[in-house]
């Protein structure tokens, strides 16, 4: 038989919106999406998912984990990296679907690729071309994920 959760029944919206108790809603997948920020400058690192385990997980540990879509597992952000994100703060949202991670990183960087941010490109306003072509916002990569990574497969699904 399965523990129970720790997590507040969703009783009514009155309880979920300006209750004390925490009730997250994980969508039909499991899956409650979460952003990302530096801590000290606010800055967006990355959007990733949790289940009921990596959230528990990332309370317990203060440190964060997600669930991995592509590789369809639990991931502890950091672990084959050494890129470790230590969380300050959790927030979440007035319906309780969506939480917000303040966090410190070890080694200064949160995407796969290299750059310190996961949002290091943008999309500029009015594009006359087509298709929309995208400027890159970080100019130079944090770390060499080959080195970090040897020559795994990305596991980015397209």
Avoid at 56 to 84: D, V
Avoid at 109 to 129: I, N, Q, T
């Amino acid at each position: 038989m399965a523990a129970p959760s720790p997590f507040a029944q969703r009783l009514s919206v009155e309880q979920v919106e300006e209750g004390s108790a925490f009730a997250p809603k994980f969508g039909p997948d499991g899956l409650i999406p979460v952003v990302t920020t530096d801590a000290d400058t606010g800055e967006v690192l990355m959007m990733g998912v949790m289940n009921e385990e990596a959230l528990l997980k990332t309370i317990e540990t203060a440190e964060a984990h997600y669930w991995s879509r592509s590789r369809n597992c639990l991931w502890h952000k950091g672990a084959t990296s050494g890129l470790i994100q230590r969380v300050v703060e959790i927030r979440v949202d007035d319906d309780q679907d969506a939480i917000w991670l303040r966090v410190t990183v070890t080694g200064g960087a949160s995407c796969h690729v290299g750059y310190r941010s996961c949002f290091y490109r943008k999309v500029p306003p009015k594009p006359l071309e087509r298709p929309v072509p995208l400027a890159f916002t970080e100019a130079e990569k944090v770390f060499d994920p080959k080195q970090v990574y040897g020559d795994a497969p990305n596991p980015t699904k397209l």
